[in-house]
């Protein structure tokens, strides 16, 4: 087996569903010049259900939506997958302003010539790349249309003023969307269809045990116990309509770990990656009673490493 698949037998994946992305690597290879662009996960997604979904989908030539709140990580398993199937990811992060030559290139004046500078989704169908389409439900209709012809079954791009490209057979689309952020919409139904939808499941005790400790395997078990039921406090409270999403920050509380791994003081830790990520003083002042509750402000780093 590829060592990088490891995790995903530790994990019980289907085998057959291993085998497949096996298969795969060894059918594409990758181009030289983009082997920089296969990045190393910061940290392994965890679910099993949810990775067999995606590879099943992805295998089979599909593109996936990844849709869910805050902190489910979506982002995790977009890097997760292009790395799994050992291709360039090329990101975009839609907004508001985003248009369709950010996407497919715009002309520039080089050697006395006019040439297209290519854009991220071109460099992704002529390399064979996995673009994740970060918050594609911010993106203005223009930016978007341009992928229609890409993302079903003509798997192609025609480029305004040069030719038509040929989509790689490598070539998958994964998007991602958040419910309810400031500038969001709902997506078309015509652009959905393309997709296949993975609703993303809210953090357990179990994922985040497993997240915490591959990422900081010395943690203290009282110290991640706390941890763990500190999110878990966090997202009934989001969930219930206590308090907001910004203080439910799964990077914050990793940042923290890191602060707190060096020696810094976990109450201070605490304020930075998840009380301070509040700016209504109200708001604060509930996220401060959960900290208080778990991280007595009496420890020190001694106490979770």
Same mark, same amino acid.
């Given at each position: 087996?590829?060592?990088?698949?490891?995790?995903?037998? *530790?994990?019980?994946?289907?085998?057959?569903?291993?085998?497949?992305?096996?298969?795969?690597?060894?059918?594409?290879?990758?181009?030289?010049?983009?082997?920089?662009?296969?990045?190393?996960?910061?940290?392994?997604?965890?679910?099993?259900?949810?990775?067999?979904?995606?590879?099943?989908?992805?295998?089979?030539?599909?593109?996936?939506?990844?849709?869910?709140?805050?902190?489910?990580?979506?982002?995790?398993?977009?890097?997760?997958?292009?790395?799994?199937?050992?291709?360039?990811?090329?990101?975009?992060?839609?907004?508001?302003?985003?248009?369709?030559?950010?996407?497919?290139?715009?002309?520039?004046?080089?050697?006395?010539?006019?040439?297209?500078?290519?854009?991220?989704?071109?460099?992704?169908?002529?390399?064979?790349?996995?673009?994740?389409?970060?918050?594609?439900?911010?993106?203005?209709?223009?930016?978007?249309?341009?992928?229609?012809?890409?993302?079903?079954?003509?798997?192609?791009?025609?480029?305004?003023?040069?030719?038509?490209?040929?989509?790689?057979?490598?070539?998958?689309?994964?998007?991602?969307?958040?419910?309810?952020?400031?500038?969001?919409?709902?997506?078309?139904?015509?652009?959905?269809?393309?997709?296949?939808?993975?609703?993303?499941?809210?953090?357990?005790?179990?994922?985040?045990?497993?997240?915490?400790?591959?990422?900081?395997?010395?943690?203290?078990?009282?110290?991640?116990?706390?941890?763990?039921?500190?999110?878990? *406090?966090?997202?009934?409270?989001?969930?219930?309509?206590?308090?907001?999403?910004?203080?439910?920050?799964?990077?914050?509380?990793?940042?923290?770990?890191?602060?707190?791994?060096?020696?810094?003081?976990?109450?201070?830790?605490?304020?930075?990656?998840?009380?301070?990520?509040?700016?209504?003083?109200?708001?604060?002042?509930?996220?401060?009673?959960?900290?208080?509750?778990?991280?007595?402000?009496?420890?020190?780093?001694?106490?979770?490493?």
């Amino acid at each position: 087996m590829i060592r990088e698949l490891q995790f995903l037998q *530790d994990q019980g994946v289907n085998p057959l569903l291993i085998q497949g992305v096996e298969e795969f690597r060894r059918q594409y290879a990758v181009a030289d010049e983009v082997r920089n662009r296969i990045v190393t996960p910061s940290m392994p997604f965890y679910g099993r259900e949810v990775l067999e979904m995606a590879i099943a989908a992805l295998l089979e030539g599909e593109n996936l939506l990844l849709t869910g709140s805050k902190a489910t990580g979506k982002n995790v398993l977009a890097e997760n997958l292009a790395f799994i199937f050992g291709r360039p990811s090329y990101n975009v992060s839609f907004h508001v302003n985003t248009n369709s030559g950010d996407l497919i290139g715009t002309d520039t004046f080089r050697n006395n010539e006019v040439e297209l500078r290519k854009g991220s989704i071109y460099q992704c169908a002529q390399y064979g790349g996995f673009g994740i389409l970060d918050e594609i439900n911010m993106a203005k209709n223009d930016a978007v249309s341009v992928l229609h012809a890409s993302l079903d079954y003509r798997r192609t791009i025609d480029v305004p003023g040069y030719d038509k490209i040929d989509l790689h057979g490598a070539s998958r689309f994964i998007g991602t969307m958040n419910y309810g952020y400031a500038g969001t919409k709902d997506l078309n139904e015509a652009l959905v269809s393309r997709f296949l939808v993975i609703d993303m499941p809210g953090q357990s005790e179990e994922t985040l045990k497993f997240v915490f400790k591959n990422m900081f395997p010395g943690l203290k078990d009282e110290a991640l116990k706390q941890w763990i039921g500190l999110f878990l *406090d966090l997202q009934q409270k989001a969930a219930n309509g206590e308090i907001s999403t910004k203080a439910l920050d799964l990077r914050g509380m990793i940042a923290a770990l890191k602060t707190i791994q060096c020696g810094l003081s976990p109450a201070l830790a605490v304020q930075m990656g998840v009380v301070n990520k509040c700016f209504d003083i109200f708001e604060k002042e509930i996220v401060q009673d959960v900290v208080t509750t778990r991280i007595p402000e009496a420890w020190t780093s001694g106490e979770f490493f």
